[in-house]
Nanobody
Framework: QVQVVESGGGLVQAGGSLRLSCAAS????????MGWYRQTPGKQRELVAI???????NYADSVKGRFTISRDNAKNTVYLQMNSLKPEDTAVYYC??????????????WGQGTQVTVSS
């Protein structure tokens, strides 16, 4: 099993910044892609940003130039630095980790979600 725990959400004014963190733990042999998704009530979960083990990144058009995803492979941790936040960034943010266990089983694991609220 792989456990994924997020932290760093909260309430911020428009134009402000927040940094989300996500740590994966368990019987992990290797971690492939790590990503951040977000979801608002009544809408599907959407990709915000994703990063490969080698550091290649991909962002949703709505966050390009404002958000930065990074990872620390030694700590099995991924970060999302969010700058110039807008009210439309308000959502529950979820971390996703794709990993291979010591038993050579693939896992697609989600965190519990962390609320980000941007006030206008």
């Amino acid at each position: 099993q792989v456990q994924v725990v997020e932290s760093g959400g909260g309430l911020v004014q428009a134009g402000g910044s927040l940094r989300l963190s996500c740590a994966a733990s368990g019987s992990i042999l290797s971690i492939n892609a790590m990503g951040w998704y977000r979801q608002t009530p009544g809408k599907q979960r959407e990709l915000v940003a994703i990063i490969t083990p080698g550091g290649s990144t991909n962002y949703a058009d709505s966050v390009k130039g404002r958000f930065t995803i990074s990872r620390d492979n030694a700590k099995n941790t991924v970060y999302l630095q969010m700058n110039s936040l807008k009210p439309e960034d308000t959502a529950v943010y979820y971390c996703n980790v794709k990993s291979l266990s010591l038993g050579l089983v693939g896992f697609d694991s989600w965190g519990q979600g962390t609320q980000v609220t941007v006030s206008s």
